[in-house]
């Protein structure tokens, strides 16, 4: 199958072509088996007409020329030609429109085609994307695809059912459905379709995109109406990978090491080595610190050495902290000694323009087989060692989030927020420029890592989406991963030769295949901290069914609304189950989904219902919406809560509960109170309990955990 493509193409590199013309289009079409309509070549007006007769009435012209693109702009495609007349006369004005459109072009002839159509218009293609390499694309086609932008991404290959879940991933799906009444689309087709564009584009690395726009679905099939195929002018290359187990082997020194020296130590407080020192003194890591200094023989009460050759133990971490200039001879004994990790906090390296001098770092690095974190970053932290290997403030609460970022700034957010919320971490890690160890890396230790249970990352770009997106899926199975991306709003502004190329704007791109990983993405930098904090407090669901219950009606309409928005399902409350409500409630509140119990109830209306929806194993996450009254206070409703709660947890009884608290101030004591004993709590807000079960939600799906 692909030695009839590969000639194709070495045939088209060998004349220098990057597009392939619609005839060697075509052959690749059947070499995959996706459909096309028949057609034939013409080389004189009288051929047409023949061809015509052949394929059957009507029948569409197109110019053949692999120097003209834009077909229709040269006046290059005539449609619904119906007579053997019509089609001579086609040929003819179309020979001439290209000659004047390109006296230079070569034209092969004109394409006859059968003229097909009807169904649902959609597009089926792929690209080349810089981060996640083979990207396969479906969404709404014809004339409309590039003002809707319908469209949705995966990386190619696909399976069957990320092929058929793409077609469920546009706004449009109903459409394809059948929507009022019109003939649904053949998923099936269209899944086969999608599966083979994709094996198309990973068997062979050196085709840059596909096209085939329009593609006409109707109920018993799907055919491509126009295929486009352009070559990439260079083969991309693989970034090279390495595997699990020499990730773990450098990893696991970085994280545990047993000494560590600290390259450019300092006595002078103000300086970032001084800073480094005193953090990993006050901060309790118990194994070996070695401060590296030529000028200096002690620092803070530590022998100093004038250089890691002279340092006399093992040592498997070196924090830099010397200018730009001098990290390449210190990295150079770094590697002599057999360092692990190099933690790089100077800047001055590709963030400022000098990519040859973080390119010397990095080639350095390699060749001892040092693995690199950084350069211009914060340093990290990993509590179960007690290690602050940072110059930033230290932080010793121990918990089970690791947090990384591409940015200072975001790291000492999350230090903030971690410090403000009590949000005990595993790490912190900032990863900079990234010119070696990345995301990849560090899910791959954190995935293992027992002290770990949720990872939290802020990223402005991927270096290896594939590498991330391998890891990542690994990881989702047992622990969420939450990402921050920056630079949503900022599109690819790069020259596309097709309809797919122009929609695959970068954050599209990111945001499908992000959620094809099983990634939950925050849309902003307090979600993904609100996340990190609260998804490990959270038992996972075991099913879909959502029930609200709120003491006052405005908030049940808001967090209704909020459910739908996060994608959850708000349940419908079968009748025994009503009717079991309904005793709890006042004859003025309304059972149903949300359950309103009404303003003025006391604490055991509160108790009686959360404590039936905790029980009936239909109900499968509960949201509360509290209203301050002087019958039921703050804290009395959070203890309540907390205690029932956590009776019913330890009788097997393990749903996620999360809370919306409207009220004066007295209510935020009652959230911190919740949030300390297990239960989301937010005060007022309906937004932000919900889009944080949401997110729980987002994870047990991708893991695979929801039952029903």
Not at 113 to 126: K, N, S, W
Not at 520 to 545: C, D, F, I, Q, S
Request: glycine share 12%; aromatic share 6%; hydrophobic share 45%.
């Amino acid at each position: 199958m692909s030695n009839e493509v590969g000639e194709i193409l070495e045939k088209a590199k060998a004349e220098g072509r990057l597009a392939l013309t619609a005839p060697e289009g075509k052959r690749i079409c059947d070499a995959y088996g996706i459909a096309t309509p028949g057609e034939g070549v013409a080389t004189s007006a009288e051929q047409a007409a023949a061809l015509a007769g052949e394929i059957g009435f009507p029948v569409v012209l197109k110019i053949v020329s692999p120097d003209i693109l834009h077909k229709t702009e040269a006046g290059g495609v005539l449609v619904g030609l119906a007579t053997p007349d019509a089609v001579r006369s086609g040929y003819d004005q179309i020979m001439a429109a290209a000659r004047a459109y390109d006296a230079d072009a070569v034209i092969d002839g004109v394409q006859v085609q059968q003229m097909v159509g009807g169904g649902h218009e959609v597009i089926i293609g792929a690209v080349t994307d810089p981060t996640f390499g083979k990207v396969v694309a479906f969404g709404l086609g014809g004339v409309l695809v590039e003002v809707l932008k319908d469209v949705t991404f995966r990386l190619a290959p696909v399976s069957g059912d990320d092929a058929l879940g793409m077609l469920d991933d546009i706004k449009a799906a109903e459409v394809l459905r059948g929507a009022r009444g019109a003939e649904p689309a053949d998923r099936d087709a269209l899944a086969a379709m999608i599966e083979r564009v994709a094996a198309l584009v990973a068997d062979h690395p050196e085709i840059a995109e596909v096209d085939l726009n329009p593609v006409f679905a109707g109920p018993d099939g799907a055919v491509a109406a126009d295929v486009r195929i352009l070559l990439a002018a260079e083969t991309p290359e693989q970034p090279a990978r390495l595997t699990r187990e020499e990730i773990l082997a450098s990893m696991n020194r970085i994280f545990k090491p047993r000494a560590v020296a600290v390259i450019g130590a300092s006595a002078e407080t103000g300086k970032i080595g001084n800073s480094v020192m005193r953090n990993l003194i006050n901060g309790g890591y118990r194994g070996r610190i070695y401060p590296i200094n030529p000028k200096a023989t002690e620092i803070l009460g530590l022998p100093a050495y004038p250089n890691l050759a002279a340092v006399p133990g093992e040592v498997d971490v070196a924090v830099f902290a010397i200018p730009a200039q001098f990290v390449p001879g210190a990295l150079e004994d770094a590697g002599n000694k057999g360092v692990a990790g190099a933690i790089m906090i100077p800047s001055g390296f590709a963030e400022t323009g000098n990519v040859e001098g973080q390119q010397e770092i990095v080639e350095i690095a390699r060749r001892h087989g040092v693995r690199m974190l950084g350069p211009n970053i914060y340093g990290y932290y990993y509590t179960p060692e007690n290690l602050c290997a940072t110059f930033c403030t230290p932080y010793d609460v121990r918990g089970s989030v690791a947090l990384t970022s591409q940015s200072g700034g975001i790291g000492m957010a999350i230090l903030g927020f971690s410090r403000s919320t009590r949000m005990g971490v595993s790490a912190i890690v900032g990863v900079g420029n990234k010119a070696d160890v990345d995301e990849d890396d560090l899910l791959t230790f954190f995935e293992q890592d027992d002290n770990t249970r949720l990872v939290a990352m802020h990223l402005e770009d991927l270096k290896d989406g594939r590498g991330f997106v391998e890891a990542a899926r690994r990881m989702v199975k047992n622990k969420p991963v939450v990402v921050l991306k920056a630079g949503r709003t900022a599109m690819g502004a790069r020259a596309a030769g097709s309809h797919t190329g122009a929609l695959a704007g970068d954050d599209k791109v990111y945001d499908d295949i992000l959620r094809q990983a099983g990634v939950v993405r925050a849309p902003g930098l307090n979600e993904m901290l609100e996340y990190a904090r609260a998804l490990p407090l959270m038992p996972t669901p075991k099913g879909e069914n959502v029930v609200i219950i709120t003491g006052a009606g405005g908030s049940g309409v808001l967090l209704s609304d909020a459910c739908v928005d996060n994608g959850l399902t708000l349940m419908e409350i079968p009748p025994d189950l009503d009717e079991a409500f309904r005793a709890y409630i006042p004859p003025f509140g309304a059972a149903g989904n949300p359950i309103d119990i009404t303003g003025g109830e006391p604490p055991s209306t509160y108790e009686n219902t959360l404590r039936l929806g905790l029980t009936d194993p239909r109900i499968h996450a509960l949201v509360l919406g509290y209203w301050h009254t002087i019958v039921t206070p703050p804290m009395v409703f959070a203890e309540l809560v907390s205690k029932v709660v956590a009776e019913e947890r330890a009788r097997g009884n393990e749903k996620p509960v999360v809370a919306s608290l409207a009220g004066d101030v007295e209510v935020e004591e009652a959230c911190e109170y919740l949030f300390d004993h297990g239960v989301i709590a937010y005060p007022y807000t309906t937004e932000r309990p919900v889009a944080v079960l949401g997110a729980k939600y987002r994870w047990a799906r991708a893991a695979g955990l929801l039952s029903g």
